[in-house]
């Protein structure tokens, strides 16, 4: 069985626009915001083609649709698939045997844009493009789950051998892709994920929410999921380094969901610190986080490897200044705007610290490079550049 509604596919090419994941996820995540936004961004983009949002709702009564605006609402056809429970699908998936996209979903597409690491089957003659985030599971693999781990490495490999094209999320990740998995670069392009600044955006008025969270009024802000990749062990001990006037006077609010491997950071959490006070918020709504940003004397995040880094263009975004590591793809993003720091350097992060907690021209000079840097980022921009990729594949 199959749900469909919107326009009337024409003459014109047609895209489809997978999105399963994001369909069947009610919590928004990194890879389901990228999708989202990029789905209304190139409707909007691309009034020559006909574009439909497909994917399993695994027999979900109300799929979980992206938000956008109504006129391009009006112009995305979406069909949706309600043959398989997710257990079934998955255990298809995993052991290819499930059905081609486009006859569990009648239609004749030209192009298939797959946005979260792999690539479902598809029949012959359709050209598929395929989204990679990062390849922490390779460069990183002790800090990825293990069942995400065997995940990936059997079936990313299979998506960037069989995908038409493919997209990196950053220069990082393309470099990534062919050196891992001998990718040509001409079959790679860039489409950086962008930040809503009509959302992230600075002088919000941060009282009522300190007092809803119990924040004190100065604190060093950590926005992701607490897992080993994010170092947040070593963020803890550098705020521990601090001098202890720095510490009475900033707490250090770590704010994210409990990911794999993180016993020892809710230890070292739940230990505090003698002087200054070690606070975790748990999941924040989104519609706090750009007011949580605007709080913050600073955002730390020393990671050991990111895709991209969405949290730090979202601190910038909001005028926060910014300390951040210096490898993988958060110089693409941060440099220039930001503190950088090596991951593994405890003292200087903590140095970083008590600099822009005593040093209000810095903060200042920070805020306004991140701000700068943040406009460069646009969801516009992004669909944009995907519409550029689509125009390339479509016309091989």
């Known amino acids: 069985m199959s749900t469909e509604f919107g326009p009337q596919p024409s003459r014109r090419p047609q895209v489809w626009l997978e999105a399963t994941h994001t369909l069947a996820n009610r919590t928004r995540t990194g890879v389901g915001y990228y999708t989202e936004e990029l789905i209304a961004g190139i409707v909007a983009a691309d009034p020559g083609r006909d574009y439909t949002l497909v994917g399993n709702v695994f027999a979900s009564a109300k799929p979980q649709l ?27 998936f995993k052991k290819r045997l ?13 192009l298939v844009v797959f946005f979260n690491f792999v690539r479902l089957p598809v029949t012959r003659g359709v050209k598929t493009i395929v989204t990679v985030h990062d390849l922490a599971y390779r460069r990183f693999p002790e800090t990825v789950q293990d069942r995400n781990r065997a995940y990936l490495s059997a079936f990313v490999p299979r998506a960037v051998a069989e995908a038409t094209h493919l997209i990196a999320v950053s220069e990082w990740t393309k470099r990534d892709l062919m050196e891992y998995y001998d990718t040509p670069a001409d079959k790679i392009s860039v489409v ?13 008025p941060t009282a009522e929410l300190r007092a809803r969270l119990n ?22 001990a550098a705020y ?31 230990a505090g610190d003698p002087v200054g006070r070690i606070m975790r918020t748990s999941y ?5 986080l750009p007011t949580l940003y605007n709080g913050a004397t600073a955002f730390v995040f020393p990671s050991l490897y990111e895709g991209f880094g969405m949290p730090v263009l979202e601190a910038m975004a909001c005028g926060t ?16 705007a930001s503190i950088m720091v090596r991951a593994e350097d405890t003292q200087a992060i903590s140095l970083a610290m008590t600099e822009l907690a005593t040093n209000d021209g810095l903060r200042a000079d920070l805020a306004i490079k991140g701000l700068a840097r943040a406009q460069q980022f646009t969801w516009t921009n992004s669909a944009q550049q995907l519409k550029t990729v689509v125009d390339r594949v479509l016309g091989q």
């Open 66 to 92: 992206p938000p956008m605006p109504p006129a391009v609402r009006q112009r995305l056809r979406v069909r949706l698939s309600r043959f398989f429970p997710g257990k079934v699908w998955n255990q298809l």
């Open 98 to 110: 499930l059905p081609p996209l486009n006859q569990l979903i009648p239609g004749r597409p030209n």
């Open 192 to 204: 950086y994920p962008g930040v809503d600044l009509t959302r992230y955006r600075p002088d919000l």
């Open 215 to 236: 924040l004190p009024e100065h604190y060093f802000l950590f926005v992701s999921t607490l897992e080993p990749r994010k170092n947040v062990l070593g963020l803890i």
């Open 240 to 270: 521990r380094a601090l001098p202890d006037e720095v510490k009475r006077q900033h707490a250090l609010v770590l704010t994210g969901g409990v990911g794999w491997l993180a016993d020892d950071i809710m230890a070292a959490i739940a």
């Open 284 to 288: 924040v709504p989104e519609a706090d």
């Open 321 to 336: 200044p910014v300390i951040t590591a210096d490898n993988s793809s958060l110089p693409e993003v941060a440099r220039g």
